[in-house]
């Protein structure tokens, strides 16, 4: 875990709110993914009651492997973000709760410091997607010989097109004998 000293106390928050621009380098996702130039956040916190809202922008851009072929791709990633700070004390203090769709804009801290070190680093983590392409139409590897298919065909003669192909073929095949 990223350890950074970007934690704003909430006496440092005046009333008509504090701005923040500020940059970070690969230590703070270093357990995730290489940061491949240095992430930027501006990030506006204003105080509501015993909640802090917080509103930016994050900008890095990240390494990664492609899912598909293995390739290594550089991810562009700029969000923008708005996101509540409640304190763990306003909780309710029950076994379960079901979150609503707003719960989930919801950051919870302890203390009297806002973690904006933890905000960012989780606004970049989001921002990768699940599934990881070096683009949309990534081909991938043959699955027998294990070539890059993006790079031209391998030969081997592995069937290469939909796999949806042998139904196309069996559905024609039914059409002409029946």
Do not use: W
Request: charge should be negative.
């Amino acid at each position: 875990m990223h350890k950074s000293a970007l934690r704003i106390p909430l006496e440092d928050i005046p009333p008509e709110g504090l701005r923040l621009e500020f940059e970070e380098g690969p230590e703070i996702l270093a357990d995730c993914f290489p940061l491949k130039r240095p992430l930027s956040a501006r990030v506006f916190l204003k105080k509501q009651g015993i909640n802090v809202k917080a509103k930016g922008r994050v900008e890095t851009a990240v390494g990664l492997n492609c899912d598909r072929c293995l390739e290594s791709f550089v991810l562009e990633i700029k969000e923008d973000f708005e996101v509540e700070f409640r304190p763990v004390a306003s909780l309710p203090l029950q076994e379960e709760t079901r979150l609503s769709r707003e719960d989930l804009e919801v950051i919870f801290f302890e203390g009297d410091e806002i973690p904006v070190d933890e905000l960012v680093r989780e606004q970049v983590i989001l921002a990768v997607p699940y599934k990881k392409l070096c683009h949309e139409s990534c081909r991938g590897l043959c699955p027998k010989c294990g070539k890059n298919l993006n790079e031209g065909p391998c030969g081997c003669g592995v069937r290469q097109d939909s796999p949806f192909a042998v139904l196309k073929e069996l559905l024609q095949k039914k059409t002409q004998t029946g």
